[in-house]
Each structure stands twice: as structure tokens, then as C-alpha cells.
């Protein structure tokens, strides 16, 4: 029997690109498991919510009586959020306006760099070095309250942030080899 138990990560698993952080934080050193029920929520460490789509994640909470209980998990324990994930993890979402977790203080403009066809892979300033960025129908975060800290920043607005536990990404950090985002989710565990 080992001392240490490796912490086990959620992947919220009712829609969107999963498996990929599935792959990336077991890089980054961490056990996982896919979560679609409030069971599945009861047994892990922390969260992520993966992209996709922000409405269709968002009907499928509703539907399968995961809303209310992915806000108190949010109010215990770290969660992070890309992409769909990161509008989901808003107090504040436009372009439409939708209901949303209120977990990290920040006013996000869903496609905010426009159609499909804005799609785009970037180099960002990140830790010292360069951190590869794919944005796919991406949404901008046009506000951030005084708890959050920009850790990266893309074209003047910030694409990676912190807030006491929990971390927001409009990019898809998930689709590189590179799994040091993962690592810095890990190490608020
Ligand atoms: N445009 C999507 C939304 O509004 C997010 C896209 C993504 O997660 N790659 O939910």
C-alpha cells in the first residue's frame, strides 16, 4: 500500500473533448475519472470541464440534476475550466447572456473572435517561455473582479487565470503535448 494516494481528477464527461484532459493531467501526474453523476462528483479531488458546447453542456447539467451540485463542489474544491468549461465557470456570460456556476468572478463574451473560421493556433508568453494555444470558436474574457490573477494573456486580454482554487482557460490547453497548465491545476490540490 502506498502512503500517498495520487489525487483523483474529474473530467466532467457529458460532452466535449474529455478524454484528451483525461490524457494530459494523467501526464501531469494525477489518477482520473470521468464524472456524469453526483456519485462520480462525490468521489473526486477536483474538476475540469472540458470545451464544447457551453448550451448543450448546460441543457445536459439540467437534465441530468448536475447544476446545483456542481456549485457547492465549486464552493469546496478546485475547479478548472477551458473553453465551454471556462463560460460555464463565469459569474457572468454575454453574447447571449446564459445561466453559468458563479465560481470565478469574470464577465466572458462567448465567440468572441468570431466564427468557426477564427479558429487559430498561438504562441503566448507563459512561466518564462512559450506556451502553444489552440482557440477554437473561443470565448473573451472582458472583466476580471480583484480575486483573479492573469496568468497568460493573448492580444491584450487574458486567456489563462487563477482564482483561489480554481482556473479558467478560453483555449484548449488539452490539445498539445505540453501538460504544464494541467501540472499548475494539480498543484492547487
Ligand atoms: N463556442 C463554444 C461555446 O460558446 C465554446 C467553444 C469551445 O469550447 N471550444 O460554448
Redesign the pocket.
Known sequence: MSATRKKLVGVLALQ?DFEAHQRALETAGADTLQVRTTEDLDRVDALVI????????LKLLVYMDLLEPLRSFAEAKPVFG????A?LLATEVTHPSQESLQAIDMTVE??GYGRQIDSRVVMLPFQGGELEAV?????IIRRTGPGVTVLAEYQGTPVLIEQGRHMAATF?PELTGDSRVHALFLSKL
Open positions: 466535449g472540458p470545451g464544447g458546447e457551453s448550451t448543450t453542456m477551458t473553453c465551454a468549461g463560460i462567448r465567440n482557440f477554437i470558436r473561443a470565448p484548449h
